[in-house]
């Protein structure tokens, strides 16, 4: 019950016995004896008189110790001081007429569209940063003030109405003035009455002022929606604000060469025009020194076009992360699932701690209270890691986290209105923010190993121009006697010309393209990638640890077996449901007995799970999967859980019977209990509590069963359950028992057993103890079909999976059985049985075990984590079954710390005794996750992975990349979109480097030689240009191939040039430096044109030779960058190449531009007036395709080399150990 300001009369005492009254809630053996009677009534239903919204108001003006005097007789469901603390509370709840009149109209003319709200959002703002009680009274008093009249002629009734507002405002003053000075003892009267009055003031503000509903909340309609936008704010955080053109511009222009280029070509520009001779005309003399910097223009404009691009990419994802961050709130009394940013004030917020964790808003709790209280991580804002306790009337701050208990929540602060949307806006306005908190790639093992290999390359760039212009000075000034003002500039130009075409300035362009383009491409496959270099990461992945709900399977949860009253119930037909054919069975269990167990299932499930039904078929649903397919088996056999839940008292959020839901005791689900408990009040008095959880866990518990005959739950009925669940189990079911038991009155809920403990070892809670068993549920979750296939495919990569999951042993042995993550050889020489029990030593762990195995007791009697013993263990582990969210953490951080590689004895003695070959490295672990409780294991391991759909906010917070389709096959996607990224940087490497070595070789040599590069400038910028823009887009556009997934991970410390690079790279610019080389000196003798030196000095024109020269050096790089495609010394360059169309996009398109350079170019390009001739053409392009046989050479003669893993090959004792499958462990 709700408490709200459109209060009627209190009821009659007739109407509030009605409300109170609730049927007998049968035991087992009053279900058999109805039974023979023929009665098959409801167990544990209780009436829900048909009322118009019984509502508490203010109450009267008068004071709570006068109000306290009116006490009624005894409650039935209470006793002593309780009774009368529950009667005083119903006497503040009266109010007159009068009022309920009064409210009942302006909420009908005040809740049209866009009618102004007696507050705003800075009202509202302050409310969340005071975050005390007197500001909530403020703001009630101010809106009072503000509240417009119904009608004309009403101002009584608005006076009244403000009166009773001051009232309670003054009450709450009153009592925040007597807590600070004095203590208010908990359980006293005027603890109750306070709590009460901050209960009342949290849904008034919900239901007059901000014209919310707790049990329906806001209207659906669109136009309310956008006025309450335009009212309050929006939810979302203004996008940061994108550095304009120009200023991208200007961050490009600094890099050093661009600048030497920049001085070059004004010193070029300024010594042609300004140097010329008598009568000398300088015609195009200003051409080349306007095309370099021509030429430095279009770098700067493609890498800020590029980083422009780059910022609209970053809004892109960081919508589409806000696409994935989802949350319940109640919306024309439905409960739906919206995305954070379309989260509005008035908006009711349902949270949990288990899925809806975090708060996107500031929040008032409404009331009323649930058992066990909500509690709050506010570390995030305050710093201080204390959980904090809330109640009603309480703020809940936006960026915190729920860890304990559910509530429902009035948004009263959006967007930048809210704590933390003002600290966000802040940082986002600071000119200190360079990050996105999203894009890691700045700190990138990746990036910096290549900006490494630049400077390195850089600095031997550097160190070759100024050899060509120290030698250049001393062979011209010293020795030939030049004047240094005609020669100084020609040789500085030489030096930047071997500067120029030195450093890789396309290497860092290359990465951001390749992860950008793979980054995108693996959101169309449903990999969002938060972290750039993740992509890179994942491609390098070792071992997977998996999940099995939903993401081996296709979470479509559904119950097809129960035993229950001693008969074992499973549906075999697809086209039946359970309910159906139990319905059809002729050993149907009793009616009772059904009802007892859907009503369980209605009391004993959370809020924020829903289903909907259109007759017979479920067509949506949230919340947990396998309470959805408890849901739906009970709508199967008959019964509106939701009616169930509603009529329930203890349990209802709607009606007059949701003012009991705080007599209701729930206790929530945690990994640590494996179990949740809903406890109810009986009309008798005392409890009954309802339970369900992990089979092995809430059996253990029980001490009788649901039937006549032998209630007591011996020995042999408890073996015949298990038998039953075995084979569950062993058919891949999951499966929960279901309990429930009767308590006294006065129970204490906190008591602890002295013998049963929790399945983390921590004491269990009495009152979940001495069950009666009800019934043992089936849930099966059909496995993924693409799933066998991309575990194959794993193990053929290299690639570990291990399954990680909270099932039974035998359920987790079926699953990964069923997807290949076991395989025969795992299981005991003769065992026909796949079960946990004929697995080898240490293939399987339960998460005890594993937890005993690997962690040792220090001297000050504290747990260390044993890596030694770890290192014994995970080499044969496959499955870790019963396990918590620490035992994820606990693997990640051993796999991810071992060292057992190093151990070359322990290595050939896995390798001998049980063919395992260890990885030669460290350990790459992809982790994935969907808990709150998963997101430390998820930062632990090198990749984390969160459940797109099923995955907590939190848990996708943690994480690198978010599985859209929660699919395992997509974790597959990843690897192999992370390796293309790995070998597209290094096709581009392989292709930048030829070209460095031979333009650096060919300028020095011709430097030396003719004191002039044969390759000008101005046509080693045009070689820059296809290197560091067109060659880049070309080959980070690759896409991957089956190939990829052929190959074993790439080692952590290895080079990422590797030996058959090296020798690919050398061998073509040994053939390229050979054929310039042979023109350079050879070319007039053989092609009969004369000397470019000679030409170029004597005449002054560009010469055809250098011409030549320059064309024949081009094509080749052109024809070598097909053969960069290939990294291994395939056979056939051309494969896949028609798959790629940007890449012969670009190709043509350079050939086509390098046809109109060399024939139109002219002075601009330092060619020759013309062109070239055909004779020349075709040699130049005979030359290019050279390029072509000689990287056949290159594969023969490197295939000599016996030793097949220098060149980062799977070596053959790798290859032998890959056919062994799932023995191979990386």
């Known amino acids: 019950m709700v408490k709200t300001f459109m209060e009627v009369s209190p009821p009659a005492e007739s109407d509030a016995s009605s409300v109170d009254k609730s049927t007998e809630i049968m035991t087992a053996e009053s279900i058999d004896k109805d039974d023979e009677n023929n009665v098959d009534g409801a167990v544990d239903e209780t009436t829900s008189p048909q009322k118009s919204s019984l509502e508490i108001t203010l109450g009267d003006a008068s004071t709570p110790e006068a109000s306290a005097e009116s006490v009624s007789s005894k409650s039935p469901r209470m006793g002593g001081l309780a009774a009368a603390i529950d009667s005083s509370l119903r006497s503040i709840q009266s109010a007159g007429s009068v009022l309920s009149n009064m409210v009942n109209a302006f909420v009908q003319v005040h809740t049209a569209p866009k009618t102004p709200f007696p507050v705003t959002s800075k009202d509202l703002s302050d409310l969340s940063s005071d975050r005390t009680h007197q500001a909530l009274a403020r703001v009630l008093e101010k809106a009072a003030a503000n509240m417009p009249p119904c009608a004309p002629g009403e101002e009584e009734e608005l006076k009244s109405a403000r009166v009773k507002i001051e009232a309670l405002v003054k009450r709450i003053g009153t009592s925040e003035e007597e807590a600070g000075h004095e203590k208010v003892k908990s359980g006293s009267m005027k603890e109750l009455q306070r709590a009460h009055d901050l209960e009342c003031a949290a849904n008034a503000l919900a239901t007059v002022i901000l014209r919310s509903k707790p049990e329906d909340g806001i209207t659906n ?12 704010g929006t939810n979302a955080i203004a996008d940061k604000k994108l550095d304009s053109f120009l200023k ?65 990419a970053f809004i892109r994802l960081t919508r589409s992360l806000h696409e994935t961050n989802t949350k319940a709130v109640v919306r024309n009394g439905h409960q739906m699932s919206v995305t954070d940013d379309d989260i509005v004030v008035g908006d009711i ?26 509690k709050m991580d506010e570390s995030s804002l305050t710093g201080e890691s204390k959980l904090i306790s809330k109640k ?22 959006v967007g930048i209105n809210s704590v933390a949307g003002k600290i966000k806006a802040h940082v ?34 550097t160190v070759a121009a100024l050899l060509s212009f120290v030698v250049n000075c001393i062979k011209g000034f010293v020795f030939q006697g030049l004047s240094p003002k005609e020669y100084i500039i020609e040789y500085i130009v030489v030096a930047i010309t071997v500067l120029a075409v030195a450093v890789p300035e ?35 992945a070792t071992t997977i640890c998996t999940d099995k709900t939903g993401t081996l399977t296709s979470n479509k949860m559904t119950a097809r077996s129960i035993y229950t009253n001693g008969t074992d119930f499973s549906c075999n037909d697809p086209s039946l449901s359970l309910g159906d054919f139990i319905k059809v069975s002729p050993d149907r269990p009793k009616a009772s007995i059904l009802t007892l167990i859907t009503t369980l299932i209605a009391v004993d499930t959370m809020d924020e799970t829903t289903v909907e039904f259109e007759g017979n078929k479920l067509t949506s649903s949230t919340g947990n999967p396998t309470e959805v397919a408890l849901l739906a088996f009970a709508h199967s056999l008959g019964e509106d859980c939701q009616d169930l839940r509603d009529s329930t008292r203890g349990r209802s959020l709607k009606g007059a019977l949701a003012e009991f839901l705080v007599e209701g005791k729930q206790i929530e689900f945690s990994s640590a209990r494996k179990m949740m408990s809903w406890a109810i009040p009986k009309l008798e008095g005392g409890y009954r509590i309802y339970c369900k959880g992990a089979s092995e866990v809430v059996l253990a518990r029980c001490t009788h069963q649901l039937t006549g005959s032998t209630p007591e739950l011996d020995d042999e009925a408890r073996q015949r359950i298990l038998g039953v669940g075995e084979a569950y189990n062993r058919r891949g079911m999951r499966t929960l028992v279901l309990a429930y038991r009767d308590l006294p009155e006065g129970v204490d809920f906190d008591a602890k057993s002295a013998n049963i403990l929790n399945a983390d070892g921590t004491e269990a809670l009495e009152v979940e103890t001495n069950l009666t068993f009800a019934g043992l549920v089936g849930i099966e979750d059909p496995l993924r079909p693409e799933v066998q296939g991309a575990i194959k495919q794993c193990y053929e990569a290299g690639i570990d999976v291990r399954l990680v999951t909270g099932d039974s042993p035998n359920t987790a042995v079926s699953i990964a059985y069923q997807a290949g993550i076991l395989k025969d050889f795992h299981f005991l020489d003769g065992s026909d049985e796949k079960i946990a029990a004929n697995l080898k030593s240490n293939v399987l762990m339960e998460g005890k075990v594993f937890r005993r195995k690997v962690y040792k007791i220090d001297d000050d009697g504290e747990k260390e984590f044993d890596q030694t013993a770890f290192d014994k263990i995970w080499p044969h582990l496959r499955v870790l079954a019963r396990s918590s969210p620490d035992d994820k953490l606990t693997l990640a951080h051993g796999l991810n710390q071992s060292t057992l590689y190093t151990d070359k004895h322990a290595c050939q003695k896995l ?45 996708k917070d943690a994480a690198d990349i ?119 000196f050879g070319g007039p003798r053989v092609f009969g044109f004369p000397p470019g030196d000679q030409v170029e000095r004597e005449e002054g024109i560009n010469s055809e030779h250098y011409t030549f020269i320059f064309n024949s050096f081009v094509w080749m790089q052109l024809f070598n960058e097909v053969n960069a495609r290939s990294l291994n010394g395939e056979i056939n360059v051309f494969s896949g190449m028609l798959l790629n169309p940007l890449f012969c996009g670009i190709l043509l398109i350079t050939a086509i531009l390098q046809v109109i350079m060399v024939e139109f170019g002219g002075k601009a390009l330092h060619v020759a007036d013309g062109g070239l001739n055909g004779e020349l053409w075709g040699w130049s392009l005979l030359f290019g395709v050279g390029s072509l046989p000689i990287q056949q050479i290159i594969n023969i003669l490197f295939g000599q080399c016996k030793d097949a893993g220098v060149d980062g090959r799977v070596p053959s004792r790798i290859k032998s150990s890959r056919r062994l499958s799932m023995r191979t462990v990386r």
């Open 349 to 374: 917020l349902s949270v949990n701690a288990h899925n809806l964790a975090s708060i996107p808003a500031d929040c008032i709790l409404l009331g009323p209270p649930i058992s066990g209280g909500l």
């Open 911 to 955: 390798k001998a005794e049980d063919q395992i070959a260890v990885f030669p490295d460290r350990q790459v672990v992809a982790m994935t996750g969907d808990g709150t409780n998963d997101a430390p294991a998820l930062k632990r391991a090198d990749i984390g992975f969160a459940m797109g759909i099923a995955g907590t906010q939190i848990a």
């Open 428 to 461: 986002y306005d600071s000119t200190d923010h360079d990050g996105d908190g999203l894009d890691g790639d700045d700190d990138s093992p990746l990036f910096v190993k290549l900006e490494k290999i630049a400077k390195q390359i850089g600095i031997a760039g």
């Open 392 to 413: 009603p009337g309480d703020v809940v701050l936006s960026g915190t986290t729920a860890v304990q208990g559910s509530a429902k929540m009035l948004v009263i602060a």
């Open 506 to 540: 396309g290497l860092p362009l290359a990465v951001t393209l390749a992860l950008a383009f793979s980054s995108n491409k693996m959101m169309k496959e449903q990999n969002l990638v938060k972290h750039l270099d993740a992509c890179e990461t994942m491609g390098c």
């Open 962 to 1080: 978010i599985l859209l389709d929660d699919n395992f096959a997509s974790i597959v996607t990843a690897a192999k979109w992370g390796r293309n990224v790995y070998a597209s940087i290094q096709k581009f490497l392989q292709f930048q480097l030829t070209v460095n070595i031979s333009a650096v070789v060919t300028a020095l040599v011709g430097s030396f030689a003719f004191a002039k590069s044969p390759l000008a400038a101005i046509q080693m910028l045009w070689v820059n240009l296809i290197m560091d823009s067109l060659a880049s887009l070309a080959l980070a556009s690759e896409p991957p191939t089956d190939e990829l997934l052929r190959r074993n991970p790439v080692n952590r410390s290895k080079s990422i040039v590797t030996v058959r690079m090296w020798a690919n790279m050398l061998g073509q610019a040994a053939y390229q430096l050979t054929i310039i080389m042979f023109l350079l």
């Open 221 to 232: 309609d669109a136009v309310d929606i956008e006025f309450r936008r335009e009212t309050f």
């Open 248 to 312: 991208l511009c200007w961050n490009a222009v600094q890099d050093f060469v661009l600048i030497m280029l920049i001085v070059l070509g004004i010193i070029g520009l300024v010594v042609e025009t300004t140097t010329l001779k008598d009568g000398e005309k300088c015609g195009a003399c200003w051409l080349e020194g306007f095309a370099i910097l021509l030429s430095v223009c279009i770098v700067v404009l493609v890498t800020a076009s590029i980083d422009y691009a780059k910022q609209f």
